[in-house]
């Protein structure tokens, strides 16, 4: 069956850099991509960005150019999320979710999601 | 950036009523257009993909319509089980983007 395990809760201090990672299994890793998905404390999805597991082509949202870099690691079926800069607004669930190869399509598969919190 | 917008934000229904979603998209997105469930404290799951299909192992009373601009989720037979907030999400664009979510509470 499909799974995807995500790392364990972080606190991070304004400024630092978190990274999240996303363990698959049950699949062909190569033959999909990864999106990540943050949700703030009581507030709806957003998108971050878009990993394909095949070729390494990312897509990440505007409003995280710069500060996020998805990466992953074949070799262990595992994908990883970058965040820099840590704000207070950046405290928040973040999944990883399985989807396309080729571009951002329906997530059909989640993980069980990460608690970043970012306070000094 | 493609703007979904849903209605309502939240919807109080009893058991065994018919529930319909909408969500609406700033720009044409043909079919691109995927449908989720989040418990309290649980991941979202995906119940509808490209406007109509339904994803594996979900009730028959949830289905999707709708294309172009205009989509809807129809809850069929509300089961107290499905007390959630629904989430649409476009993958017409490079850049996808969630719709604010649709709260349903059961009475």
């Known amino acids: 069956q499909v799974q995807l395990v995500q790392s364990g809760a972080e606190v991070k201090k304004p400024g630092a850099s978190v990274k999240v990672s996303c363990k698959a299994s049950g699949y062909t890793f190569t033959s999909y991509g990864i999106s990540w998905v943050r949700q703030a404390p009581g507030q709806g999805l957003e998108w971050m960005g878009w990993?394909?597991?095949?070729?390494?082509?990312?897509n990440y949202a505007q409003k995280l150019q710069g500060r996020v870099t998805m990466t992953t690691d074949t070799s262990t079926s595992t994908a990883y999320m970058e965040l820099r800069s840590l704000r207070s607004d950046d405290t928040a669930v973040y999944y990883c979710?399985?989807?396309?190869?080729?571009?951002?399509?329906?997530?059909?598969?989640w993980g069980q999601g990460t608690l970043v919190t970012v306070s000094s | 950036e493609i703007v979904l917008t849903q209605s309502p934000d939240f919807q109080s229904v009893t058991p065994k009523e018919k529930v319909t979603i909408t969500c609406r998209a700033s720009?044409?997105?043909?079919?691109?257009l995927h449908w989720y469930q989040q418990k309290p404290d649980q991941s979202p799951k995906l119940l509808i993909k490209?406007?109509?299909q339904s994803f594996s192992g979900v009730p028959s009373r949830f289905s999707g319509s709708g294309s172009g601009t205009d989509f809807t989720l129809t809850i069929n037979s509300l089961e107290a089980e499905d007390a959630a907030t629904y989430y649409c999400?476009?993958?017409?664009?490079?850049?996808?983007?969630f719709g604010q979510g649709t709260k349903l509470e059961i009475k």
């Open positions: 979710a399985r989807t396309s190869w080729s571009a951002v399509a329906e997530f059909d598969y």
């Open positions: 999400h476009q993958s017409s664009s490079l850049l996808g983007t």
């Open positions: 990993i394909s597991a095949y070729n390494g082509n990312t």
């Open positions: 720009q044409s997105i043909g079919s691109s």
């Open positions: 490209y406007a109509s």
